[in-house]
């Protein structure tokens, strides 16, 4: 929703879904061109009614995400009192988050969420990186935590052992080796990409059950900013 009075009326049904009172973390979800961002910060746009419930303690923390253009959100949190953001990044760079987002979150000591490590596995195919290469691409940025898909067993065991490995950010010489490697294989996020491009997406559900609104849960932690739940607002 983009509108105070639908946002607030989400979140409700969202606190039900959860059987909570209250959440560390809400975010906007999907945050699009600058029509959109207009929309949320309109005098009767959804970013209101994160301020309220910020206020009222119903979070502790706001924020918004991004798939689609960089620009446009380090507009959002520029003009907007948010605690984190969401963003995709990758060393494809395609809708320059890293570049024009990135920064803007850094100077205001947001906590950010890097989403899309592998976009969606299309960095990885036809002689693409490895998501080892990947994962250490992303921790070498100054962001918070990085949420990475891992629709088989195999995946979490791999990620964790990556993890464990890791030890220093990426050289200066390794992130430009793997940014001209992917140059052009990413591009902007468009509706529908989730689940169409993602050779690993969940089945279909039953054609006749309509699906549930998703609840994404983000750990995060930079500074105050300690995260362990959130509700996404559509």
């Not at 949420?147 to 990556?162: E, I, K, R, S, Y």
């Not at 992130?175 to 992917?182: A, C, P």
Request: charged share 25%; aromatic share 2%.
């Amino acid at each position: 929703s983009r509108t105070r009075d639908a946002a607030l009326k989400e979140v409700e049904a969202s606190l039900k879904r959860l059987q909570t009172d209250h959440l560390d973390l809400l975010h906007l979800h999907s945050l699009g061109d600058e029509a959109d961002l207009a929309k949320i910060e309109a005098q009767d746009g959804a970013i209101k009614a994160l301020y309220e419930l910020r206020e009222q303690k119903v979070t502790r923390f706001i924020g918004m995400t991004s798939h689609t253009d960089g620009a446009v959100m380090a507009k959002a949190i520029e003009h907007n009192d948010l605690d984190c953001v969401q963003m995709a990044m990758n060393p494809a760079r395609a809708a320059r988050f890293e570049e024009l987002a990135l920064p803007a979150a850094n100077q205001k000591n947001l906590g950010v969420i890097l989403m899309k490590v592998t976009g969606q596995d299309r960095l990885m195919a036809n002689g693409g990186a490895a998501a080892e290469s990947l994962l250490r691409y992303a921790w070498s940025l100054p962001i918070s935590t990085a949420v990475c898909g891992m629709p088989q067993l195999q995946h979490l065991d791999a990620n964790v052992a990556t993890a464990k490995a890791y030890s220093s950010p990426l050289s200066r010489a390794e992130v430009e080796k793997l940014r001209q490697q992917l140059a052009g294989r990413g591009r902007p996020h468009r509706e529908g990409d989730d689940r169409r491009d993602d050779p690993r997406a969940d089945p279909p559900r039953h054609r006749g059950r309509p699906a549930a609104h998703p609840l994404r849960l983000h750990p995060l932690q930079r500074g105050e900013v300690q995260a362990r739940a959130a509700a996404g607002v559509d």
